[in-house]
């Protein structure tokens, strides 16, 4: 199980070119690379076997191609879940999100009639930084950490973003905070949660809603099932104010 490729790029949008080594960044992700940043998708992998899949259906892709930072082989990505602790080399990454989903398809979404990297890919915050090289072994560590999401408005974000963040990790101490937007009819509230839920299985879920238009939507969720019809785990709660998640 190792480092087949590092890739980064100074624009979204576009295949990303192959570098040998690389320095991984806490609080961003890939130094140089076009997705770092301070939320919860830093980084992203996808395996060279799910680029191999591609191939076989007539595309001449290779590792990069899918705008993915690192392409590991010989570990199965799709056993990991939101929260493993993934070793790569001497730096470590928390994985954040499975899969993705695309507004908007892409070229070779376009000349195959198929992507692996909404369903295949996966996404990490870096835990710990430093130097990652191809061939460098990758591992899970057995670790886990907790997750939290928040579901609100870009606008409520904009006005209490860090309150929010800095309530949470106080809170519950997660490895990261992921913020999910209400789209603007507030209307998305259910197939966000199912989302969260049901496919990311984070552990807890609050919905910030200072107007208070979702409390009983919330109340009302009745959750829904993860892989393999296996119950829904989140802890769903709704605030009104950041001074609200502490009594949470």
Not at 29 to 40: E, F
Not at 50 to 56: F, H, K, N, P
Not at 239 to 247: E, F, K, L, P, V
Request: charged residues 25%; glycine residues 10%.
């Amino acid at each position: 199980m190792h480092v087949r490729a590092i890739s980064i790029s100074d624009r979204k949008g576009i295949r990303k070119n192959n570098v040998d080594t690389c320095e991984l960044r806490e609080e961003f992700g890939l130094a140089g690379d076009a997705h770092g940043g301070a939320w919860h998708r830093q980084v992203s992998l996808l395996a060279q076997e799910s680029i191999d899949t591609m191939r076989a259906k007539g595309l001449d892709v290779v590792a990069g191609n899918f705008a993915e930072n690192i392409t590991t082989e010989g570990i199965d990505l799709s056993s990991l879940k939101v929260g493993d602790h993934l070793a790569v080399g001497m730096t470590e990454l928390v994985i954040s999100q499975l899969g993705k989903i695309c507004h908007h398809r892409c070229a070779i979404y376009h000349q195959a009639g198929d992507c692996v990297m909404p369903r295949e890919g996966i996404f990490a915050v870096v835990h710990r930084g430093g130097t990652v090289r191809v061939g460098d072994a990758v591992r899970p560590t057995g670790r886990r950490s907790s997750t939290v999401a928040v579901i609100c408005t870009m606008t409520a974000e904009k006005a209490s973003g860090r309150e929010i963040r800095k309530a949470v990790t106080e809170r519950w101490s997660p490895a990261f905070v992921r913020i999910d937007h209400l789209n603007d009819s507030e209307e998305n509230l259910a197939a966000l949660l199912d989302e969260l839920a049901s496919r990311q299985r984070v552990d807890r879920i609050v919905v910030f809603d200072p107007e208070g238009r979702h409390a009983l939507a919330v109340a009302g969720y009745p959750g829904r099932t993860g892989p393999a019809g296996e119950p829904a785990s989140a802890i769903i709660s709704h605030c009104r104010t950041a001074d609200g998640i502490a009594g949470v």
